[in-house]
């Protein structure tokens, strides 16, 4: 391997993800902003979020939804917040995708565990997902709000979720790396909005109230 070469390779690929953030902070500010409330909205009603993708999406949902269920600042003591990837249960995913087929593995586990008011946060880096947008469709026919981690222009999801954000980029590798920074950017919003301020303890009673019934 050519040293030069190498480093001639590194500075354009870490210069290419830093110009696809720096349009994301021109074109997707209002569709993160959007995520984040959609997710505070379901937290507060005593819902949850759950997460799916496929490949290094679904890497980054086990990711954004361990920022929720443990925190993601570490100086913040906080009460969990209840996030669910679709993407863990090994026995599960294995057993429909031998008995039934690969395609419905996210739409089966949000029939059996979504409920209205909770919120999915469906991962696709082409938007194109057959499972994925099958669990959108799970989600609608629910009462469930979706929003998009998209790339590609948004793809069918694009038109599929309520919340489309979608990374101006064609580049796989760049539109997952722009997806886990939205995800941590979402989670601060969501962490902020609940534990930080004034309407801390009215939020966090609220969400308590909705959860137990009382």
């Known amino acids: 391997m050519n040293a030069d070469e190498s480093r001639r390779r590194i500075r354009a690929h870490l210069l290419a993800s830093a110009n696809v953030k720096q349009s994301m902070a021109d074109t997707c500010l209002d569709g993160i902003l959007a995520g984040a409330e959609t997710i505070l909205a379901a937290f507060c009603a005593g819902g949850k979020l759950m997460l799916c993708g496929n490949g290094g999406s679904a890497a980054d949902s086990q990711h954004i939804a361990a920022e929720f269920t443990n925190?993601?600042?570490?100086?913040?003591?906080?009460?969990?917040?209840?996030?669910?990837?679709?993407?863990?249960?090994?026995?599960?995913?294995?057993?429909?995708?031998?008995?039934?087929?690969?395609?419905?593995?996210?739409?089966?586990?949000?029939?059996?565990?979504?409920?209205?008011?909770?919120?999915?946060?469906?991962?696709?880096?082409?938007?194109?997902?057959?499972?994925?947008?099958?669990?959108?469709?799970?989600?609608?026919?629910?009462?469930?709000?979706?929003?998009?981690?998209?790339?590609?222009?948004?793809?069918?999801?694009?038109s599929m979720v309520d919340v489309p954000i979608i990374v101006p980029s064609d580049s796989t590798q760049h539109v997952q790396e722009a997806h886990i920074a939205i995800g941590h950017i979402i989670a601060d919003l969501v962490e902020s909005?609940?534990?930080?301020?004034?309407?801390?303890?009215?939020?966090?009673?609220?969400?308590?109230?909705?959860?137990?019934?009382?």
């Not at 909005?193 to 009382?214: V, Y």
């Open 71 to 158: 925190r993601l600042r570490p100086e913040l003591r906080r009460m969990a917040l209840p996030a669910l990837a679709l993407t863990t249960d090994t026995s599960f995913l294995t057993s429909h995708a031998n008995d039934v087929c690969f395609e419905s593995v996210f739409q089966r586990q949000v029939e059996a565990l979504g409920r209205e008011g909770d919120a999915l946060l469906a991962i696709s880096s082409s938007g194109n997902s057959e499972n994925v947008m099958r669990a959108v469709q799970a989600c609608e026919r629910r009462g469930i709000s979706t929003i998009g981690l998209l790339g590609m222009q948004g793809g069918r999801l694009g």
């Open 193 to 214: 909005a609940l534990f930080d301020g004034p309407m801390t303890t009215a939020r966090a009673a609220q969400r308590e109230s909705a959860r137990t019934g009382a």
